[in-house]
């Protein structure tokens, strides 16, 4: 059952002061991070070993591990489940696909990161052509208990339901979150640092104000859940989290033949129910996000491969070309073809 933990009157009223400030003021009430740089491990590549041809990752244990992972021939790989701390993922050059817990695969590219919490268990495997690029922060729990509870101190913010076995005093959302200007520079200096071999030291330092900004999110999360119009606490957060899940399954297969009552099946809503609360809380129907979804992939495909505008149209759904020239137009001003034509930045795509 979700819930949340409000330990004491002084954490009340400080969780009051950072609901009415304006985001910038509430780094002025934090104090300032710093990992001890000796419990940081730092590795260029996934540490895998391999037992009957399936590989699994095997970081250091009782470190915090940033792992970068950069091939430029390609990659691909399948990594059987484990069971992880406190973590963010980020792709800069191809794909990733996670199966979180018993739950369906969700997809992460270069639009989005993700944060898992400690003790989920996942698996997932890794593509890129013709590079891959990644970058994956495994926080020690020894670590991350000690740095939150600087911060505010333990269960002063709500913790999500979950499967998970979590161990800190936060316990996140896990969905996908497009980048941000929270989260997503951090994890672009720690990827600048590495490229650069600079002192452990500096990445320490991005590492304390990276958990920093994790519950920064974490925290508007709980906001928005608690904005939601029902009554009780605990539906405001099952309805935030199910429908957040549900965008990830849409989102992760745009190939699917999706209908309004499949949609709602992945959460175990009735369609009239789904489509409402959807739109109440993102601003957009279902079958509108579904669409967003699908162009906005194909104008990643479209800088980033070298595949026909007719096959972008299959692999991101679309049924009809006609139609997908017409939306596409609708929505960049261009047609596919202009558009390929005239983006010449072929890195991460703007939204990083």
Same mark, same amino acid.
């Given at each position: 059952m979700t819930r949340a933990y409000l330990l004491n009157s002084t954490v009340q009223i400080l969780m009051q002061e950072i609901m009415i400030q304006p985001v910038g003021a509430r780094w002025s009430k934090m104090k300032e991070p710093f990992f001890n740089e000796n419990l940081i491990a730092v590795l260029r590549g996934y540490p895998a070993s391999e037992v009957g041809g399936i590989k699994a990752i095997s970081p250091h244990s009782s470190m915090t591990n940033v792992i970068w992972c950069r091939e430029r021939e390609g990659f691909q790989a399948s990594y059987s489940k484990q069971e992880a701390p406190l973590s963010v993922h980020c792709v800069f050059r191809g794909m990733q696909s996670? #199966?979180?817990? +018993?739950?369906p695969k969700v997809l992460l590219d270069s639009s989005s990161y993700l944060i898992l919490n400690d003790g989920q268990s996942y698996e997932h495997i890794a593509e890129g052509m013709p590079e891959f690029e990644s970058l994956t922060i495994l926080f020690s729990s020894k670590c991350a208990v000690e740095m939150l509870a600087?911060?505010?101190g333990v269960g002063d913010v709500l913790q999500f339901d979950? #499967?998970?076995? +979590?161990?800190l005093p936060i316990q996140v959302c896990e969905r996908l979150r497009e980048n941000d200007n929270i989260v997503t520079p951090r994890l672009l200096r720690i990827r600048s640092l590495l490229a650069e071999s600079a002192d452990v030291r500096m990445i320490a330092k991005e590492?304390?104000?990276?958990l920093q900004r994790i519950l920064h999110v974490h925290r508007d999360d709980v906001f928005a859940a608690e904005a939601l119009p029902y009554q009780r606490s605990n539906t405001k957060f099952q309805m935030y989290e199910r429908l957040h899940r549900a965008k990830n399954y849409i989102s992760s297969s745009l190939e699917e033949r999706w209908t309004l009552q499949s949609m709602a099946e992945t959460v175990g809503f009735s369609s009239y129910h789904f489509r409402r609360c959807f739109n109440q809380m993102f601003g957009e129907t279902p079958h509108q996000y579904l669409t967003n979804c699908r162009l906005k992939k194909a104008s990643m495909m479209l800088r980033a491969s070298e595949k026909s505008v007719t096959q972008i149209c299959g692999e991101v759904g679309f049924e009809s070309l006609g139609s997908f020239s017409t939306l596409f137009c609708q929505r960049y001003g261009l047609s596919p073809v202009r558009f390929r034509n005239t983006v010449s930045d072929l890195s991460i795509g703007p939204e990083r």
């Open positions: 996670f #199966s979180i817990g +018993n739950s600087t911060q505010f979950s #499967s998970s076995r +979590n161990k590492l304390g104000a990276l």
